[in-house]
């Protein structure tokens, strides 16, 4: 029964093509993690609840402990491994470490994948409760307000939380 359940299935993850052998009730984040051995991708509660878990699915955010891995088959996934090029780290990398944005650093993979989601879902025009119209389609205004409400799936049990509001403050502004 379980062989029957088992298959391969090509996950494109950080810009390569990589051929897993799943049970296909694994999940993204089982995947990453056990099969590809990208274990930067954090699993807290494996529940959908901490955003530990954050990637980029087709450039959107995602928890991964939710989403099987047979559903991203095919889908661009980038992982906290891709956010650096050619060496250099990204700029939210950079300010996280500028404004002590972490402190255990368990949360911070999933930190950092959810502020580059949302830095793009606020130049989309997406808005949030934080916002004063949430009919509007005009890039949003990110204040603090504003980057607490977006990043608020993503917990800190350090309470690094004011270091990581100036870090994404600072990238959203330029
Ligand atoms: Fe996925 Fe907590 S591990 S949300
Ligand atoms: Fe420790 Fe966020 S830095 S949980």
């Known amino acids: 029964m379980t062989d029957q ?60 402990c939710l989403l099987l891995a047979v559903a991203a088959g095919g889908r661009e996934v980038t992982t906290v491994e891709g956010l650096a090029a050619g060496g250099d780290l990204h700029a939210l990398q950079r300010a996280f470490i500028a404004h002590d944005g972490f402190q255990c650093g368990y949360c911070t993979p999933g930190q950092l994948c959810s502020a580059l989601g949302m830095l793009a879902e606020a130049e989309e025009g997406l808005p949030s409760w934080a916002g004063d119209d949430l009919d509007s389609v005009a890039p949003a205004d990110l204040d603090d307000d504003e980057i607490r409400e977006r990043m608020s799936g993503n917990l800190c049990r350090c309470g690094a939380y004011a270091g990581i509001v100036a870090a994404v403050r600072e990238v959203a502004r330029g």
Do not use: I, M
């Open 5 to 64: 359940l088992r298959g391969d299935v090509v996950l494109r993850v950080n810009g390569a093509d990589r051929v897993v052998n799943l049970d296909n009730r694994v999940t993204l984040l089982d995947a990453l993690r056990e099969h590809l051995r990208l274990t930067g991708t954090k699993k807290g509660c494996d529940h959908g609840q901490c955003g530990a878990c954050t990637v980029l699915v087709d450039g959107q955010r995602a928890n991964s």
